[in-house]
């Protein structure tokens, strides 16, 4: 009963910006750690924003300064902001847990070209 649904990628172009969202049906985010997650063509998948129950948030050194992540709990959601792209952001960008703890969704594929 637990889906995570992660939507807003697309294709853009270097410097490009794109706003991720993600919408947690069938569980309570409130007292919980969330995240972003991102997984190249032949890597593993890699965590590059966190936000704690408190709104603290941590992020990958790559990307820090150009993505924010923000949550509202009310609605179940978690956003991240994502600006100066570039073609080493390109990966399929997936929610959850911090640490992983429900079902991952299908991602939202995020294409950077130059």
């Known amino acids: 009963q637990v889906q995570l649904v992660e939507s807003g990628g697309g294709v853009v172009q270097y410097g490009g910006s794109l706003r991720l969202s993600c919408v947690a049906y069938?569980?309570?985010?409130?007292?919980?750690?969330m995240a972003w997650y991102r997984q190249a063509p032949g890597k593993l998948r890699d965590l590059v924003a966190l936000?704690?129950?408190?709104?603290?948030?941590e992020y990958l050194d790559s990307v820090k300064g150009r993505f924010a992540i923000s949550r509202d709990n009310a609605k179940k959601m978690v956003y991240l902001q994502m600006n100066n792209l570039t073609p080493d952001d390109t990966a399929i960008y997936y929610c959850?847990?911090?640490?992983?703890?429900?079902?991952w969704g299908q991602g939202t594929q995020v294409t950077v070209s130059s």
């Open positions: 936000i704690t129950r408190d709104e603290k948030t």
């Open positions: 069938g569980t309570i985010i409130s007292f919980a750690d």
């Open positions: 959850n847990r911090q640490p992983p703890a429900l079902p």
